[in-house]
């Protein structure tokens, strides 16, 4: 579903260039649920960035179901991070305004679809995510966890290919954490989503079926996790 082909980022130039990826190669295929470890500045959040687009890289090729994004205008990303893919961070990037309904279905009405599709749908989402009869709160009339699952509502509300989750529970408590990746366990299983999860948390990477680990810009290990 997702594979890299000798994936390089540079950032800066001269004297003052970081490489941060260096000839990465990898493939992940649909349904996985697959956790990139490593030390801080590993290049692990660089790794996810240029797989989901957000970022261009120096050198190399990344496809995600066939389509090669290098070879994509910002224009068509963005259309394709719309339709296929659904973000999860650390900062929930909710808008303070907004109700949890209203956060849940702003990339529906951005890809379109009809205000009245969007908040039904937005509602099913937060109803799957245990947030049933919350949806006219804010997001300062919620807990941290509550916030979290608002943002995962809205990452698959559109019903994305691939979740990509950078330390999606390093705000949050460990209960709390522990309830989260359950919560992610539990879209890869039933729905057949595929998950990759940036995480320092050995915790969290104990429970996806891969582990991949990173060092210096490359990956170091990648194999299934059998724990």
Not at 189 to 197: D, M, N, Y
């Amino acid at each position: 579903m997702i594979v890299a082909r000798d994936l390089s980022k540079t950032y800066g130039k001269g004297d003052a260039a970081t490489r941060a990826l260096r000839e990465v190669n990898l493939e992940i295929e649909q349904g996985e649920m697959a956790a990139i470890m490593g030390p801080s500045g590993c290049g692990k959040t660089t790794l996810l960035q240029l797989l989901a687009g957000i970022e261009r890289m120096s050198e190399g090729e990344v496809w995600l179901d066939r389509i090669p994004l290098h070879t994509l205008d910002d224009r068509s990303l963005s259309s394709l991070r719309l339709q296929k893919m659904g973000f999860i961070f650390q900062s929930y990037h909710l808008i303070p305004v907004l109700t949890a309904a209203e956060n849940t279905a702003i990339p529906l009405i951005a890809g379109g679809m009809p205000a009245k599709d969007a908040r039904r749908r937005a509602l099913a989402a937060l109803k799957e995510v245990g947030l049933g009869g919350m949806e006219d709160r804010y997001p300062g009339e919620m807990s941290g966890g509550q916030n979290q699952r608002v943002a995962i509502a809205r990452a698959i509300a559109a019903e994305p290919a691939v979740l990509w989750a950078d330390e999606p529970t390093g705000a949050l408590d460990t209960d709390t954490s522990g309830q989260i990746i359950g919560l992610l366990e539990m879209l890869n299983r039933h729905r057949g989503t595929t998950v990759v999860i940036v995480t320092h948390d050995p915790k969290i990477a104990e429970r996806c079926s891969r582990i991949i680990r990173m060092q210096n810009g490359r990956i170091l290990h990648d194999g299934r996790n059998v724990s």
